[in-house]
Each structure stands twice: as structure tokens, then as C-alpha cells.
């Protein structure tokens, strides 16, 4: 594989009997070994500079599968049951954590195939496949009058299955919730075979909420094949404003006297940045140099929209805001996807835009924090940045609610999307990158936050699974023991892997690991 992916590992090469099987369960232009698409399925956004260098890099896939029906996918999960072959589901590989790569050799199980997309607009519903992307179930709601409320950067290429896998989080997420707060409905196939369908309804009547159990699950416990997603109205009228405040307080504070008040934007988008980027009377930034550009967006029934403005509008002035008119937001709004055109692009323009995104030398997190430790984490983490000369802080920010906390780390020699482009990035500073990040990581769990709030923890954020979770990480790998006692989906994204498999050219049928119990 041409990638850091493939260093200190040999590829394995799926038996010919086996590839054959696979022609059969799916048809033959549906099965591929092809090294460019091996090298494609090995790979989401994560590039190697985000996932360090301390083991954690993809396998090469043994195949690249690409089912058309839920009926195919139980049949790939039965195969890769008898034969001890783990499966990675994929949906359009947007995922910047490695939630997607495989750490072992196994079968990727590309979903695309599965794009159909119904609208039910009596019961407010979309029915969609996982391999419909999300841009594909909002033009189909947008014919009945209806939208989809989950709007990611990357909605014209991510699909239902991967923004329900890692329960993403998008622009209207202030307003309407994560991925998986949308969802009413799902249907899984499990390790096993077996289907499992909810019912399109609110809640269950009693016990585990089985959607809750599944979004965010990374593809570990089972395949979404087909999800029911809660519609929203298109909006009537859509209203924009800018603020710029003096520094990152005074609009942290703006934006939590919002939410104290109930006035919720649809769209809340707050960054902090250095005066020279704008023009501004002396003495406008903060004691850090900085300032604060709040967009915000109000979508809905016009009286009722108006009225969410103009309360936000008073709540910024007595901040000392300054209005910028509608225009900034707007700008915002209307660019809000440009990052992940350039990956919608032909497949061989497409390779070159990935690979250039993960060559960039910078890094970043999302977080969630009690809003009362936002202000004192920022400066705490912007300090701990400030000790190490090889590298500077970009720009910090609010992510669609005043909890969400966003904060860019690039090389000192230049801040992404400029020079950090072409830093000469080496596996020292991956790794000295990678110690800073989870020095902040920790400093922000220190004070009750979370470690991703985005985009799910993937393989980026394994080392610090035990100090996320704590003794309920030992919950969770129970959960996933009892799904899948032969660690077929997915394996690794929970930790250590849980079933001892085979090193490059041994056989493809490991041993169980004692303390687990196969079913054949």
C-alpha cells in the first residue's frame, strides 16, 4: 500500500477460494482485491500525522465488498463467521479518527450499494439505506417540503451508516441533536446473522434504548443496513447575523446567556482570531491578542425566527458586540461544505486531495466541557501550547452549543491551510504532536470534559479510552463480548483486540482466545 499505513506490516492475501465465495454471496463486479482500491478502503481523512506513530496505522483490506441488499450483508457476516474473517464496514470515508481502518488484515464491507432512500411525510420520516449519502435523504425530504437536520461539512459524500456509526455531529446540531438523536429507527444485522429491526416510533416502551446502543458504536457491535430519520420542516424564512466581540470571553458568555435565556440558533458558529485578520480599532482584542466572530442562522417560521434574532441581538449587545450584518454568517453558511468538495472530486483527484489532507501538519480536537470550565480549559490548554516552540495555537471556538470546545494546533513554521501544508512533517514530530493533543485531552477530562464529542474516537483516541471511561470501558467490551464473542466487527476500536488473530502469512483461521466461546 502506498501510504504509512503499510510500514512495519506484510500484506495478506485472501485465498482464491475464499475471493470466489465472495463472488457468489455478491456477484463478481461487486468483490475487489484491486491494490488501488485496497489502498482506498485502508484509509479515511485520519492521515498518519493524526494517528501517530505508535502502532496504531491501517492494515491493508484482505478484499473490498460492496453489498446491495441487507440480505447480501447477512450473508457476508455469515461467511466471515465461518471462515474467523473480520469485516469493517465503510461508508464514503470521511471520518478524520480511523474508525474506519483496519487494524487487522479483514474484508471491508463497502455499503454505497445501499442508497435507496423513501420518504414517508405523513409520519415526518425518512427511510434510508446506509449507503445513502446524507445529501442524497435532504434532496429527497426537499420534495416533499421536508429536510434532513443533520448537515455535516462532509454531507455530500457521508452516508447514514458512517454519520450513525461515529453519531456525528453537524451544523444544526445545537438545535437538533447529534446523528443519532435523529434517529427513530434501525435495522442492524448482527455477528451471528441475525436481523434486528426497531420500530419507526419515538421511544421504546421499556428497557436499553437499542438506536442509543448502536449510534456511535463504530460498526463493533453489528451493520446498520437501513435507518428511519426524523424530517424537519424547510424553513420559511432563513436568517443570518455576525458579531464580533472583544476577545473570547466576552462571546462565550454572549452565547451562554442564550442558552440560559431558551434562545437557540440553528446555526452557532463562534472562533476566536488574531487582529490581524481584521480591521479593528486598537485595543478591540483581548489580553491574548485575540477576537471573537460569532455567525449564528435562525431557520424556521418567520415570526418565530425573527424573534430568536432579535433576542440573540440584545443579548450580544450586552456584551459589546459589534454587528456585522447578515453577510458574514451568510458567506459562512453557503461555504460551509467547500473542504469536503475537493474529496468528491474523480476517484484519482480525490486520492491526491486525501493525501494532502493527511500530510497537513496540524492537529485538533472537539471536546465537551461543563460551559463553566470552557473559559478556564482554553486557558490552560492555550499555556500548555504556548511551552512548546514547535508548535503554535490556531484558532479556538464553540461548536453549535456553548459546551462544545474546538482548538487547532499546527507546526510554529506555518497554521493549516497555509504553511503547515508543506511543513516537513517527521515521525518525531507526529509523535511529539500526538503528547501534546493528549496532554489537552487529559487537562480537559481533569475538569469533567470529554475527550471527542465530533466525530467518535476511532482508532486516535485508544490510549486514552480507560481514562475516558473508566470502569464502564469494562461494560462496554462486555456489551461487545456478548454481540460478537469472535470480535468480527471491527476489531480493536475498543482496545486491545479481544480474539488472538493470525500475523502476516499465517493461516486465516485463528484460534479463539481462551475466555471467549465460538459458535462453531
Known amino acids: 500500500m502506498d501510504g504509512e ?89 470521511t471520518g478524520v479518527m480511523g474508525s474506519a481502518v483496519p487494524q487487522q488484515p479483514a474484508v471491508v464491507v463497502d455499503l454505497t450499494r445501499l442508497d435507496d432512500v423513501v420518504v414517508h411525510p405523513d409520519d415526518l420520516l425518512a427511510e434510508a439505506g446506509a449507503g445513502a449519502t446524507l445529501a442524497a435523504v435532504d434532496a429527497a425530504l426537499r420534495r416533499h417540503g421536508l429536510a434532513l437536520a443533520h448537515d455535516p461539512w462532509s454531507v455530500g459524500i457521508a452516508t447514514v451508516g458512517g454519520a450513525i456509526g461515529t453519531d456525528g455531529v453537524g451544523y ?8 443519532g438523536q435523529q434517529v427513530v429507527a434501525l435495522e442492524v444485522v448482527l455477528p451471528g446473522g441475525q436481523v434486528v429491526r426497531t420500530r419507526p416510533v419515538p421511544k421504546p416502551p421499556a428497557g436499553p434504548d437499542l438506536r442509543a446502543l448502536f449510534a456511535g458504536s463504530q460498526g463493533t457491535l453489528g451493520i ?26 466576552p462571546g462565550f458568555e454572549a452565547v451562554r446567556a442564550m442558552w440560559r435565556a431558551g434562545v437557540i440558533p440553528d446555526l452557532l458558529d463562534f472562533t476566536d482570531d488574531v487582529p490581524a485578520a481584521v480591521e479593528l480599532e486598537p485595543g478591540y482584542e483581548d489580553d491574548l491578542g485575540r477576537t471573537g466572530l460569532l455567525h449564528l442562522g435562525f431557520f424556521g417560521l418567520a415570526e418565530e425566527a425573527r424573534g ?84 503554535r495555537a490556531g484558532e479556538t471556538g464553540l461548536w453549535g452549543r456553548p459546551e462544545v470546545f474546538s482548538l487547532l494546533v499546527s507546526a510554529a513554521a506555518g497554521e493549516a491551510g497555509g504553511d503547515a501544508w508543506e511543513v516537513a512533517w517527521t515521525a518525531e514530530d507526529a509523535a511529539a504532536m500526538e503528547a501534546l493533543m493528549h496532554d489537552l485531552l487529559r487537562m480537559a477530562q481533569a475538569r469533567g470534559g470529554n475527550m471527542e464529542c465530533l466525530h467518535g474516537t476511532g482508532l486516535k483516541l485508544l490510549p486514552l479510552l480507560a481514562d475516558e471511561y473508566g470502569p464502564a470501558l469494562d461494560v462496554i467490551r462486555k456489551i461487545k463480548g456478548a454481540l460478537d464473542p469472535l470480535d468480527l466487527m471491527n476489531p480493536g476500536k475498543w482496545g486491545e483486540p479481544m480474539v488472538t488473530r493470525p500475523a502476516a502469512g499465517e493461516p486465516l483461521s485463528p484460534a479463539v482466545h481462551p475466555g471467549w466461546t465460538s459458535r462453531a
Not at 350 to 366: E, H, K, M
Request: glycine share 8%; proline share 6%; hydrophobic share 45%.
Open 5 to 93: 499505513g503499510s510500514r512495519g506490516t506484510e500484506p495478506v492475501a485472501l485465498p482464491e477460494a475464499l475471493r470466489r465465495e465472495l463472488c457468489d454471496l455478491v456477484g463478481a463486479h461487486h468483490v475487489s482485491v484491486d491494490p488501488h482500491d485496497l489502498e482506498w478502503a485502508a484509509m479515511d481523512f485520519a492521515g498518519g500525522y493524526r494517528l501517530g506513530r505508535t502502532g496504531r496505522q491501517a492494515r491493508r483490506p484482505l478484499a473490498v465488498v460492496r453489498p446491495g441488499d441487507t440480505g447480501e450483508v447477512r450473508q457476508l457476516v455469515l461467511w466471515a463467521e465461518r471462515h474467523r474473517i473480520p469485516l469493517v464496514p465503510r461508508g464514503g470515508g
Open 172 to 179: 444544526l446540531a445545537g438545535r437538533w441533536g447529534s446523528m
Open 224 to 249: 446498520v443496513t437501513r435507518a428511519w430519520i426524523r424530517a424537519v420542516g424547510v424553513p420559511e424564512v432563513m436568517l443570518f447575523r455576525s458579531y464580533r466581540f472583544r476577545g473570547f470571553d
Open 308 to 391: 430568536r434574532a432579535a433576542a440573540a441581538a440584545r443579548i450580544a449587545r450586552q456584551f459589546d458586540a459589534r454587528d456585522l450584518g447578515d453577510e458574514p454568517a451568510r458567506r459562512f453558511w453557503e461555504r460551509r461544505h467547500e473542504i469536503a468538495e475537493e474529496f468528491a472530486l474523480p476517484v484519482v483527484q480525490a486520492r491526491d486531495a486525501r493525501r494532502r489532507w493527511q500530510q497537513g501538519a496540524f492537529d485538533y480536537i472537539n471536546l465537551a466541557l461543563p460551559a463553566s470550565q470552557v473559559i478556564p480549559f482554553r486557558r490552560e490548554a492555550l499555556a500548555r501550547i504556548a511551552q512548546d516552540p514547535r508548535f
